[in-house]
């Protein structure tokens, strides 16, 4: 930002024409190497959802691979250690790389046009993490080509993944690899919450939003919740295999399970993750196809809502048979199966529609009649895996697998489909030719059935899934012999839908706006989409799926909503109260920028100094990280009070800067629920290795570390209280920022008093556990203290008045956050030694 005092008022274009150059001046992304610094929501999408439809590619080459190597028996196509590679990272491309990135992009490309917004709130984040995500896949499917990819199954179980049964570094590979791509996942849903909640069109109440973007929010939230628990135990499991502290081993004090506990938190929430979006593209696109209005709009937000809560309590469904008492068993068997309610809510809704309209038999509709075949089956077969006998006669053969299959492919590959013949010809601005669509769609949907129908009958018939070959005498070769072929014409398939998307982008026809007679904004911008999407923003009085997209489209080009002119160069869009819709106030969004891609580069460097193991080298990655992150901020300021801004129709409001929670404080909010999750997971994590890990209770502990403990206590609290001094005015701010800084560094101090006053934290699983939670506590301190600085830098800058207190209510936030959290965390090892004489076994 400049010194020059902004401009509070405009100045409209001459003409339509003018307003568009104007605008594309200013968020156009550039050509050729330029292009790497675009941020904007359109171009980072489908990069997102080109680069998952690559590593799809690589996943179905790699299930070709198993396919050919299980069609016969005793098979020497591939050894064990090659398979093992194989199949692991079939798994993880597929449920890591693919399914939740393809539709993370949909959702970045979408959102903001559905929504009647410019972009999305935090346009930089969505280009990190989109780098983030492709150097940590390249991470994976590197080492694959050099024969050191993870070999443990895409559920890495201890103790098969641990230091002495995987000694190599395929195991690092994966836990760090998948690390660095959950920080695109969690950064993601964090600008999609944010997105659907604050940056709507005026007007867009929570009950007027398509449909689409409740299940997003659903969604993110899940996400938000889901992920840190996986997240927590890949650390966990990393530091005990580069550090040895013992968190898995039973020998000392450690315990198996708590992966299971920590990866299946994650593990099933993440199927209802990956096949919500899938059913909300569903949602959108059954209505405009049946020439009617969605059905049950209120029920199915509800059950999608459910859906969600349920979702988290069923991890125990993938453990039945680890020794569960019999009454969690009930409970989480009769959980698995009210899930069902929620699902079968959705599909009714979907029928009804169809019912009340005039389905046309289009290709997208083609692809949704293969989803409810090929996931009403999948979803019979949960319900038999649900119940608890059955499961125990059938879990880790086959039929799993094939019960996965029908699920995930027909409740997301399916709907993808549909939903790139339904909005393809908004991202190209061209129709599809459609002379390969029909044979193709028959060919997946015949080779699929052929593929994993069998697989029930061979998991039935005792297969046990992973195994990379079999004796002639089991009687399984004829069933494999015919899922192998199926899977090959499934392949057949697939290639002939490339071939056909290609055709579409380079020999479609032409159009101008909405070929579907569609009802939602996204067909309300030109096709291709410009670079801010809306020449102005609408003001939303109905459903936001029941509007008129070719009515609204040429009076938005025309200037006539909202912010239809140009200010200060600025890249402008607006927020709305969450609930009402009610007009809040104006977001200004920054410029394209290479600071995304040099931050995940720094990010690659220090996860690769990890897999290295170049442990000097970490440090230095980390504080380029942070430096670049601290180079994001000059952007984002203002040095001036300017007051409410006229953006259109009569109406002002304020800068970002100069309201209590912009976007960016929500961000804060969410970052921080989701890190509450991780650290919930940490806490949880240690009473569950004293209630049921062997080799408890363990020796005296000898926690005997009261001062630094009262020191650090007294501290936390301080840095907490002094944070609420500033207030914009030099005294207050000044001092206050500095006790705050103060400190946090006495915090870091005591608690590394504390962490060396740890006695051998490798020797038992209480140690280890005090020690992790006690270097959480104190990275914490250590960023609070980051934060306090950065406000005094942003006071002295200018950036920081009366007015202008983002900063500090968003430094206010951590330094609360740090005082719960660390007390929280002091406490923690005297209450695990209270109970080591009351429990454990």
Not at 136 to 150: E, K, M
């Amino acid at each position: 930002m400049t010194d020059k005092t902004p401009e509070t008022g405009f100045v409209p274009a001459e003409s339509p024409i003018r307003l568009h150059h104007q605008l594309d001046a200013i968020w156009g992304s550039g050509q050729g190497l330029t292009r790497l610094s675009a941020v904007n929501h359109t171009v980072v999408g489908i990069r997102f959802m080109v680069t998952a439809l690559v590593f799809f590619a690589i996943g179905g080459v790699l299930a070709m691979l198993i396919r050919t190597q299980l069609a016969s028996t005793n098979s020497t196509f591939l050894d064990a250690a090659q398979y093992a590679q194989v199949f692991t990272m079939h798994g993880v491309i597929m449920m890591f790389l693919f399914a939740i990135p393809f539709f993370e992009g949909l959702a970045i490309y979408l959102l903001p046009k559905m929504l009647g917004a410019r972009d999305l709130a935090f346009p930089r984040m969505s280009a990190y993490g989109y780098w983030c995500y492709l150097f940590g896949g390249s991470f994976l499917v590197a080492a694959l080509l050099f024969g050191i990819a993870p070999d443990g199954g895409w559920f890495m179980y201890t103790p098969l993944s641990s230091r002495p049964y995987s000694p190599g570094i395929n195991a690092d590979v994966w836990l760090l690899g998948i690390t660095f791509v959950e920080i695109s996942a969690l950064s993601a849903a964090i600008e999609i919450m944010v997105t659907i909640l604050k940056l709507r069109s005026p007007g867009m109440s929570l009950t007027r939003m398509p449909i689409f973007a409740w299940y997003m929010l659903v969604v993110a939230a899940m996400m938000i919740i889901g992920f840190p628990p996986l997240i927590l135990g890949s650390i966990l499991l990393e530091v005990e295999r580069a550090f040895d502290l013992p968190f898995f081993d039973p020998t000392r004090g450690g315990d198996p399970l708590l992966w299971q506990h920590l990866f299946w938190l994650f593990g099933h929430p993440e199927v209802y993750i990956i096949f919500l979006p899938a059913a909300g593209a569903l949602s959108t696109i059954i209505p405009v196809l049946s020439r009617t209005r969605l059905e049950g709009y209120g029920l199915i937000v509800a059950a999608i809502v459910a859906m969600a809560f349920l979702s988290f309590g069923l991890w125990v469904h993938h453990m039945y048979t680890v020794g569960i008492p019999h009454v969690a068993l009930s409970f989480f068997s009769a959980a698995s199966a009210l899930v069902a309610i929620p699902t079968g809510i959705q599909i009714f809704a979907w029928l009804a529609t169809m019912a009340h309209g005039r389905p046309q038999l289009s290709i997208p509709m083609l692809h949704v009649f293969g989803f409810f075949f090929v996931f009403v089956l999948g979803g019979l077969t949960g319900v038999m895996l649900a119940m608890v006998p059955f499961d125990w006669q059938a879990h880790d053969s086959h039929f799993v697998v094939a019960h996965l299959h029908y699920v995930l492919v027909g409740g997301f590959v399916f709907p993808m489909m549909a939903a790139a013949y339904y909005w393809l010809p908004h991202i190209t601005g061209r129709q599809p030719v459609q002379h390969l669509s029909k044979p193709a769609f028959w060919l997946i949907f015949i080779g699929f059935n052929v593929t994993f129908f069998a697989m029930h009958l061979t998991g039935l018939r005792g297969m046990p899934r992973r195994v990379f070959e079999y004796p002639p005498e089991a009687g399984w070769e004829m069933l494999n012999f015919v899922s192998s072929i199926g899977g090959f014409v499934m392949t057949i398939g697939f290639a002939l839908v490339a071939l056909d998307l290609i055709m579409l982008v380079r020999y479609g026809r032409p159009f101008r706006r909405d070929p579907w007679k569609a009802g939602t904004l996204e067909w309300a911008t030109p096709t291709p989409p410009p670079s801010y999407n809306f020449g102005s923003l609408p003001h939303i009085d109905d459903r936001a799926d029941a509007l008129e997209p070719r009515v609204l489209g040429p009076e938005l080009a025309a200037g006539r909503g909202y912010l239809g002119f140009m200010r200060n160069g600025w890249m402008e869009t607006l927020t709305v109260d969450m609930v009402t819709g009610r007009l809040d106030h104006v977001v200004v969004l920054p410029r394209p920028t290479y600071l995304p891609l040099w931050t995940a580069i720094a990010t690659a460097a220090f996860f690769a100094s990890l897999l290295a193991k170049l442990y000097w080298a970490t440090p230095i990655a980390l504080v380029a990280v942070v430096v670049l992150f601290f180079l994001w901020t000059p952007s984002t300021g203002l040095k001036q009070d300017i007051g409410p801004l006229e953006v259109g129709h009569g109406e002002r409001a304020l800068h970002h800067q100069e309201v209590a929670q912009p976007p960016s404080w929500w961000a804060v909010v969410f970052a921080l629920a989701a890190d509450a999750t991780l650290y919930t997971s940490l806490i949880f994590g240690g009473f569950f290795l004293w209630l049921s890990a062997p080799n408890w209770p363990p020796p005296d502990l000898g926690f005997t570390f009261a001062g630094p403990s009262l020191i650090a206590t007294i501290t936390l609290l301080g840095a907490a209280l002094s944070a609420r001094m500033p207030d914009g005015r030099a005294g207050r701010t000044v001092s206050g920022l500095a006790f705050t800084l103060i400190a946090h560094l006495l915090t870091v101090g005591a608690m590394s008093v504390l962490l060396t006053s740890l006695p051998a934290p490798t020797s038992h699983a209480a140690l280890a556990s005090a020690f992790a939670v006690a270097a959480y506590v104190t990275l914490h301190a250590g960023i609070g203290a980051i934060l306090a600085g950065y406000g005094l830098w942003r006071w002295y800058g200018g950036y920081i008045s009366l007015q202008r207190r983002l900063d500090l209510r968003i430094g206010s936030l951590w330094h609360d956050y740090t005082a719960v959290t660390g007390l929280v965390g002091l406490a923690f090892p005297f209450v695990l030694q209270s109970l080591t004489g009351s429990g454990g076994r």
